[in-house]
């Protein structure tokens, strides 16, 4: 079945103690899953497209986990490669407070993605009728059999004539920024549309510039890229931030709204703003993907998990300026 | 037994997911009891005061739960209509953050005290030797035969000597402000003592005026009212809040001290600050009830649940200007 | 998309106090989702079959989370009639110990699912291409309009060529014994297999025998069914039960293997026998599906909810005569 | 206003590690409140009959916490003594399992009720037109003060033409046999009805019997009692038990059916036992006291905490011979 | 085995309703540890120096858990005095939120600590070797004997040419402020260090200064001090403070960063600044006893309980300015 | 210092889902902390012996996590090899009911303990003064360097002076019964007293016999054991068994008593008998460890995790016959 959206990449079985102990406190652990590429499929179901999810997983209790709460939020796991091999990768997540920020600790070494490698997944009939192709730096950065096989999807996806964005998302944890540099560049000629931060463009391509804007253009026009879209973060406090982005296109730089945020949970931010974007270029509308990933991902920090389970009615609430009385 | 207080109306069991967590991301629900009138009721129960609850309750373990909360809380349940009919109003609470507010999903229909009706309640027995009644806007809301109820209510009430008062509490959700404006008129008259916001006498009577005062002068003159108070809410994010009121009477106004509140749950504030009110006005003082009914309800924003579980002994320390120390 | 198993029914969120707690003493609810003919659609995905649920949905929160927790399970939602009327039916489940039994206290009135009627679901194309179709004496009990249409469903069924299979499941709550015979005999001529329990063939046909194989052998002959399955319950305990089935076909009576059980949630039981019974007889097996019903449905009594979370190796394990040593 | 019954005695605040976790593993505590004479309250509050607790607590927050949940149960606390001064007693309870038995550790020393003493509570108040007064040997046990004032209690109800009952509940870790002896053989002229079990006769009374009967009947004739009631209990195992009781009356023994226990929580057993004999002999009928008394004990078995949350409907359904298997 | 620092002083059980819940409305608690002493002992171990506890505790399982904890974070225990006397102290801890200040009610009174008497405690070969000994204001306050304990203990130090030092730590629930201030200026003479808050030295000692660092320098002269360390905290909110400290030596002010703080539990703050405190002392440097005094004590403040679960790293990285971005 | 017992090997984090649930249906996980030498180095700690556990771990917040909990049991951790390296191992455990086996899910490939090796651990220092070493066949079924090292350890050790035991505790997940026979013959010249079960003798060994006193001397002779201790269960049920051991020595068979258990956690059962027939060989009594190690371990059954968190008191209580009344 053909999808609106397809997404490729690793998805992680989350575990975090509750009520911000530290991991040597924790007596229980939450279970929640969570993955950039998967967490950007929900995103997109959750706004009303039809969505799947592309990985290799290892099957078994956890493995299996992880394809229920992607079938739960509404995104298709019928591409996904079982293996009896390797193991699910996992993260722990602990929650700081200002001075301490939140951490993660990531035991993701040796799961079933990062043997991954061009040949095993069938690329041309998944990109069959699919309109968009989106995956993030991590997947690269698992392997380079996984760098491969992104390359492969990329390569694949835009000769179908899919379109295709990619979220830089460096990870210092997975792989140095040389490294990253020079895999991220490879991918670009095969990139629609960039999305990514001020820092991550720094630390991966060592663009920088005056502003988001000169950053944003800069990226663009070494890499030939038609959108570069930049999330901004204002983080003074751990759980009060600021958020909004901007998206550059054939010269012009496209502005919305700011919002004040009272965070409940950060993690997937970025993933739901690629979502909100996606959504709005399906539509052919830059500017409602701006406004709807900056407002979607706006929400998704209100949200516990990985996921943003949010609705449609939902983020035109917010865009039309939501009222924070309790409606009733 | 005669009470202080008698209070009429509907509680439903409230259900609400823990954490943050949306309703669609539930895995359990914590359970409390909410309503009006009965968080009213508690609140004068706590400030040491006699308080019965009359309502209509199907007797099953959910209906016998409310009850039990109530007298758990210092509220009199031997007014009681049990039933055997009907069910068990309940609504689920999901607790927001900014930019996404708090939301409210009322399963309440055919709950058993939308089917109460004139004569099935022993008014004038109820009355006998108490000293105050008091309902809100949501009681005739229900239904046409609950209208009915409240207004045999108040005017019995009325005639047996006991004051009254009347809480606006517009509900979108139950009924238009045209139904409501024509229900809540007609029992005005039996009203001495108005308590609402200014959003809802402009929702319900049409009422508004270039200042709180003007608004709730306008509403004294209009139903010949001898106080109307009202509750001043500044929300610039969903978990801090100003808060503060004013009381009306005779032509002046009544101001008291505006707090700064981090919010824990804000259900029921403003019933706490009706039974506030009313327990200065039982001592014959105004000033004294406002006074009460904003510290106490700016305590009530601090406590989980709909019910205010503070004692006299913590209002008074806040109105002197309590220490945000730990006291050890 | 055409399926192994389409079923018809109500589900409802259920409701249940952990840790043996009364109804009256919850302060916190667990929530899980059931209904029959769901739970028998899960438990064929759980076997490697797809199947599809179909159903009537309130489009809020609650009934967003029935679909998900489908979803999760394997079961496709795409035939979901979605509406923003009515409400989500709900059920109160309080465990109880000897010598108190379980109860389940329903609340389920004016559900969505109640308000369907003939011509609301497109059964012809569902049907088409799909093998089997299943649905229990719950449904038609909820409304005379849910009675027509699954008269309506069998019927298409029927002339599609998919085989049906009814399970009997008289629920004393919804409708008296004469009500649910003179229903279900309706239905008995586009059924191909019954499943019940002894007390229900005697509570809703007043068909009783000697033994269980009488008693089904009768209501074979009356009915002109191809197949009867009995399950079998010894229940001294609450928590301690034995649990078997017997199956008639053609005048002979097939038998399995008899499974002491420690359970932990026997919500579900029956329905996991139907989806292994079905399971059995798309390979054109009764006696498989008489061995897998059973010894699936014996770990359903061990797996909290009402979802048979089972895996075929499992369920292969325990009919092999499995070990109740740690297996590492 | 008068009671159908009054107790008197110490309530506790009860804390107890979940799911079989040892005090040394608790990282959290559940929260209870229990009591002999309390808990007999309650059951008789459930059971239908008025009924009221006095007791002498500090008033603090977990004072109020134990005269909520007094109240919260249906027993009245209008005749509580209030104090600044002492403290509120706690016991902690871990529960066992074969071979280790669950266990109790009492921390109950400088309690407001041990400083209770005469002339503090005006019982003669009390006992006016209060059918019954119920007390054990807990309360003499917990200091010499306490003892007199329970002497007191008796003689009063007694002169004032109040049935009255005494369970012995021997404490070993509160007093000696023999100080138990003499103390409880000085209240036995104003006991009616002796509750007890065999061990307990024995180790206060030094009496035993060949039977439980002969045990029965010599305390009966040694301090001249109308009725001797004792509960056997058999304990082969932790959590699975037979319980039954027989009542010695004028040299008859009668006799009730024997229950089969899956066990939830025995605390309060013997206390439920009391509320219900005491029910029946409200109405003049031994037989029923004592069937009703094993009956909503057996159920209290099924029940976490030491109230016994059970409905008349629920006794009446177990002497009926209740099924096991879940009404719907 | 010689230590880095030895504490002397009573730890309790803490108990706390989790989620915000008053004390009234606890159906569950959670449990941690805490003393002042305690808690630095472990903020030292946490740092990197050994350090051991010296207390007195009833061998029950209650008195068990507090060493198990102390020996889990890292402090020996092995100067334990086990008693079977006694009981174990609890403190109910109930978290407020503005303007509801959070709240502790102690139930200490009889604990093991408060009988310990001089000569009971083995301290000349406790402190051979040892580096540091460390007390607070808490311990004297619990008995006469604790206060004659905690002075041999002082001397005894001082003799073996340890270094002390005392943290005021006035409880006003122990005892008066003209008491406090007799025993602790009787102490005064065996300390190199204090530890206080501008507020304590004005309540015990009738010290004051138009500024921070006047107040140290007369509390400092007054009592031949080497060092005078002042904690200073602004709480405009509950759950937002500002915090910093200063220290006097030698007629010269030491200063250190403020820090913004979101806290999640303030309950032995201060303890992990004079842990900090010594650490850097320990060195000889006082600069660095300060910054990690407030650096670490800051990071208490997002941590759960009374310990400081920190690592040296994690200290290191706020010294040097530390980011509240999520590191990966 | 020196330690009445050291042991070696791994210990994990063990996550298991409560209330019965399947991994899949997780949504929180239980922390314990578990690995079979731990768990008799804690047996031991727990029956008043001092105790060391020797492994390696990588030091971060789950592997302070896991020597926080050895510490908080009361075993050293001061012979800890710690690590950046590697990873920490993990297990997940799912309880089941009859008729499905409880089930253990590892995750502990490439654990910091997998790469020790000869000459990175002090065996010598170590078994200065240490009375006893204890290792189990999973420690060199983890790698083949982890095999050389038990291999150095055990030989050090006898050449010390120290006895040794070793637990043959096959794991079919990590090595094949060839391997681990191969393997673990090696290690028995340096071994006085083999602990097993008939089932492991048979698989690793190939030794069998009519019964368990035939096979316990098989071994014996085979390898010049001292003493062969054998473990007997009957598991009829998952949550109900019987248990007891034999000893033999010198050709005669040592007995003790069977007991009836309801299980609450079974693992670390093995793991704790070994520690109480250690705790009696120290004293010279190989009888004394029988009846202990079989007494410690039927309570270890009643406790939740891997540990055995009893005293010596509560062993000698059911060695004399525990009565299952609750003792007050």
């Known amino acids: 079945m053909p999808y609106d959206v397809v997404t490729f990449g690793e998805a992680m079985i989350r575990l975090s103690p509750p009520n911000f102990r530290r991991l040597e406190q924790a007596r229980s652990l939450d279970v929640q899953v969570g993955g950039a590429e998967l967490n950007t499929a929900v995103g997109l179901a959750r706004l009303g497209r039809s ?18 709460h992607a079938r739960e939020a509404g995104v298709s796991t019928e591409h996904m490669i079982w293996t009896s091999d390797d193991r699910v990768g996992l993260y722990f997540l602990e929650f700081g407070a ?6 993660v600790l990531y035991d993701r070494k040796n799961a079933a993605i990062a043997s991954v490698r061009p040949g095993m997944i069938p690329w041309a009939a998944i990109c069959a009728g699919t309109k968009w192709f989106h995956v993030t730096g991590i997947t690269p950065g698992l392997s380079a059999s996984a760098a491969a096989t992104t390359k492969e999807a990329l390569q694949t996806a835009k000769e179908a004539g899919v379109q295709t964005s990619v979220d830089l998302n460096y990870r210092a944890k997975l792989w140095s920024q040389t490294d990253a540099g020079r895999c991220m560049q490879e991918l670009m000629p095969w990139c629609d549309v960039l999305i990514t931060t001020e820092e991550d463009l720094e630390r991966v391509f060592g663009i920088h510039g005056k502003s988001y804007d000169e950053a944003a253009e800069r990226a663009a026009h070494r890499f030939k890229l038609k959108i570069v879209a930049i999330t901004v973060r ?6 009060r931030n600021r958020w909004t982005a901007i998206a ?22 970025g993933d739901s703003f690629a979502a909100g974007l996606i959504h709005g270029l399906l539509d052919g509308d830059l500017q409602k993907g701006l406004d709807w ?9 209100t949200i516990p998990g990985d996921f943003n389970w949010v609705t449609p009615d939902e983020v035109q609430a917010v865009l039309k300026g939501g009222e924070l009385r309790i409606s009733r």
Chains 1, 2, 3, 4, 5, 6 share one sequence.
């Open 51 to 68: 969505s799947a999810w592309v990985s290799r997983l290892t099957n078994n209790p956890l493995g299996r986990l992880i394809a229920n």
């Open 98 to 103: 200002t001075p301490r920020a939140s951490s």
């Open 234 to 239: 204002d983080n003074p406090l751990v759980w």
């Open 248 to 269: 550059w296109r054939d010269g012009q730089v496209l502005r919305t709204r700011e919002y004040e945020l009272e965070i409940v949970d950060r993690l997937g931010a």
């Open 293 to 301: 990933g900056v407002a979607a991902s706006a929400l998704k920090h």
